[in-house]
């Protein structure tokens, strides 16, 4: 009897050290990994030269944030560069409208059109989807109908962000809708620099609507920019975009006189603030 419960004290001792370790272990491991703590962080914009692409002015401009939509930016760069025919027609699967499925919670909408599964559409009709209205299902239908493997797509990004000298961008999906692609205000204000010089970016990026059919069933899509505030500014090229972890994103091109300004504003809390600071930047 006596042995019986020397050995349980023992067992008890013994559980009581195993799962001490483990807490420790976890605490050490969670001391080390680097999670970001996004909502620490205040406001990041820049303003650069659109000609030149020199520096003007800007803040917090050197640290790094989720782009959320301000990807397709860099999406469409390489779009471009694979030399779409914008006449051709494709169908879109299912596997394009589920695309974001891994991203999101169970019943939230992330496409502002009404794409469906077996829809049979004209490139064209998805380039404006994704410029315009952010359509993250239209981004990834352009992906798997430009010659690339979706691996490659992304391999191709970060490519091209390196080669232009980009440090803090990095991309792991082509949409925006995963916070891990991520940049600096600075970077960023690169990328839509060198994507508003694609006149079929830009002038796509600025337009207030578009509509299109579904070329199966006849039906209609509309493709609508929900961003008035900024349309009212009248802007060369403009792309937005949120996540809750990047708040709101904005990216655009402005000519005011003989200003031309490329602007960027990231984490914004909400539109009167990234207005704000796109008006104050502007005038640089």
């Known amino acids: 009897m006596f042995y019986n419960n020397r050995l349980w004290q023992y067992f008890v001792v013994i559980f009581i050290l195993l ?25 990041a914009s820049v303003v650069l030269n659109a000609q030149t692409g020199k520096l003007i002015s800007g803040q917090n401009y050197n640290t790094t944030l989720p782009l959320a939509s301000l990807t397709k930016l860099m999406t469409a760069v390489i779009l471009a560069k694979q030399n779409l025919n914008f006449n051709k027609k494709v169908i879109i699967t299912k596997e394009e409208i589920s695309y974001v499925n ?15 599964a077996g829809d049979k559409v004209a490139i064209n009709d998805l380039w404006n989807a ?40 990095y991309f792991t999906e082509v949409s925006g809708i995963d916070p891990k692609n991520i940049g600096t205000a600075l970077e960023m204000a690169i990328i839509a620099q060198k994507a508003y010089a694609y006149p079929s970016i830009r002038l796509a990026s600025a337009k207030a609507s578009y509509k299109f059919r579904d070329l199966i069933s006849g039906r209609r899509i509309s493709v609508i920019s929900r961003n008035s ?56």
Not at 105 to 114: F, L, R
């Open 229 to 284: 505030s900024l349309l009212a500014m009248k802007p060369l090229g403009m792309k937005v975009g949120y996540l809750v972890e990047a708040k709101i994103n904005v990216a655009l091109r402005l000519k005011k006189g003989l200003k031309d300004r490329v602007i960027v504003v990231l984490h914004a809390v909400n539109n009167a603030l990234r207005n704000r600071e796109i008006n104050r930047l502007a005038l640089k």
């Open 102 to 116: 891994p991203y999101i919670e169970a019943g939230d909408v992330t496409s502002q059109i009404n794409l469906k």
């Open 130 to 169: 994704m410029l315009i209205a952010s359509s993250n299902e239209a981004a990834i239908a352009l992906v798997d109908n430009s010659g690339l493997s979706r691996k490659e797509f992304v391999a191709a990004m970060n490519r091209q962000a390196k080669s232009w000298g980009l440090k803090s961008t």
């Open 19 to 43: 799962n001490f370790f483990i807490l420790l272990s976890k605490s050490v491991l969670a001391q080390t990994v680097n999670t970001p703590d996004y909502d620490s962080i205040g406001l």
